[in-house]
Structure formats: structure tokens, C-alpha cells
């Protein structure tokens, strides 16, 4: 079993509406959690992290974590056709000092005009 | 600011030949990962540097792959005798870690075909 889990995509919403993405995990002792925005062809890049569990606003973007259910999520409000790419969500496992990245598949959204 | 980053961008080598690729990290940064991606998959961790010691290998990771950080500043990854299954997105990160978070932030990648 995959140990970070994302809703199936594609995923397309209207511009202007709320994109909502979903991530569970299977390691109960996980403490770091991020999303990441990956364009097609580019590397993934780093747009939330949380560690606690509650909600954290930046801008547009509201992150979501409940630890007891092992899921987080992202909330993109006034979605733009700029916000069109694959979403990654990431747990931070830790493994010795490592404190590697361990990824979801994607969840590929589009962002229709 | 300079982020990470990676040379060279894309590399198209043959089934057997050596390659290597280059990682400059965030110049503060104290940790320094390597991470690999095919299509349609996230990243995967391979290995991680803490200063220059090499802290943690993926099982995925073949002895064909050896990876170093000399002095603790840049990284360099070496593919030997490279197979068709090499080919992929060779991304690195870097993270300075404090309090127990450390977000890391990636390279364009390098995207290596085998031929």
C-alpha cells in the first residue's frame, strides 16, 4: 500500500471557483507536511508547508491537516488558469536524520477560463 | 537569492556509459537530497547529505549510483553502466533545518535519457 495517498485526478474546475485537494497517509508518526505545484516539464515547487493540525492561510491558498484522521488537504479559493498543474502532496518521514520527502502520485488540476 | 541548481539540464547518453550530474544547494543550507521522478509518479528519495556525510540511502538506490558532497557544498550524482530504466527526472534539493522543520526546496532537475 502506497504510503501517501491523493484523490484521483484530472481534476478541472471553473475559473474564479474553489479547487479542493485531498492527501491521506499511512505513517501515524509523520510531523511535516507540505504541498507542492509541479508545471509540466518543471520541477515541483514548494507553494505550503504545515505541521499542526488546524488550518494555514497564505494568500489564496489554505492548508488543512488532521493528524488523528491522517489527512490533509489544499484549498485553492478564486482558482486562475495560472493555477492549472499537478499537485503534490509530501510527509515528512522520519527515518533516522533523514527527515526525507515521501510523495504522492499527483493530482493533476485544470483550471478551465 | 539564488535557489538550487542543477547541471546539465538534460543529458541523452547510451545504455552502459557513465554519467554524472551536479547539484549547487541554496548556499545556507545544510542538508542536500537527491530524489528521482518518472512520469506520472512523485519524486522518490535516493539518498541525503547532511554537511558532507551521507546520512541515508533508499534501497533504490543501486550500486551503480554513488552520490558525494565534498566539503559540504555542492553534490555530485554518478550513474555507472546507465540502463534504459536509468531514464528519468534526477531532481536535488536543499533544506536548512532548525527546530525540526526544514522545507525543502528543489532544483529544475535534470532529465536523463538512456538510449
Known amino acids: 500500500q502506497k504510503e501517501v495517498e491523493q484523490n484521483s485526478g484530472p481534476l478541472s474546475v471553473p475559473e474564479g471557483a474553489i479547487a479542493s485537494l485531498n492527501c491521506t497517509y499511512s505513517d501515524r508518526v509523520s510531523q511535516s507536511f507540505f504541498w507542492y505545484r509541479q508545471y509540466s516539464g518543471k520541477s515541483p515547487e514548494l507553494i505550503m508547508s504545515i505541521y499542526s493540525n488546524g488550518d494555514k492561510e497564505d494568500g489564496r491558498f489554505t492548508a488543512q491537516l488532521n493528524k488523528a484522521s491522517q489527512y490533509v488537504s489544499l484549498l485553492i479559493r478564486d482558482s486562475q488558469p495560472s493555477d492549472s498543474a499537478t499537485y503534490l502532496c509530501?510527509?515528512?518521514?522520519?527515518?533516522?536524520?533523514?527527515?526525507?520527502?515521501?510523495f504522492g502520485s499527483g493530482t493533476q488540476l485544470t483550471v478551465l477560463p | 537569492d539564488t535557489g538550487v541548481s542543477q547541471d546539465p539540464r538534460h543529458k541523452i547518453t547510451k545504455r552502459g556509459q557513465n554519467v554524472t550530474f551536479r547539484c549547487d544547494p541554496i548556499s545556507e543550507h545544510n542538508r542536500l537530497y537527491w530524489y528521482r521522478q518518472t512520469l506520472g509518479q512523485g519524486p522518490e528519495f535516493l539518498t541525503y547529505?547532511?554537511?558532507?556525510?551521507?546520512?541515508?540511502k533508499s534501497r533504490l538506490l543501486s550500486d551503480r549510483f554513488s552520490a558525494e558532497r565534498p566539503k559540504g557544498s555542492f553534490s555530485t550524482l554518478e550513474i555507472q553502466r546507465t540502463e534504459q530504466g536509468d531514464s528519468a527526472m534526477y531532481l536535488c534539493a536543499s533544506s536548512f533545518l532548525a527546530g525540526g522543520r526544514g522545507e525543502q526546496y528543489f532544483g529544475p532537475g535534470t532529465r536523463l535519457t538512456v538510449t
Open positions: 547529505f547532511q554537511n558532507e556525510a551521507q546520512l541515508e
Open positions: 509530501a510527509v515528512g518521514v522520519s527515518s533516522g536524520s533523514a527527515r526525507q520527502l515521501t
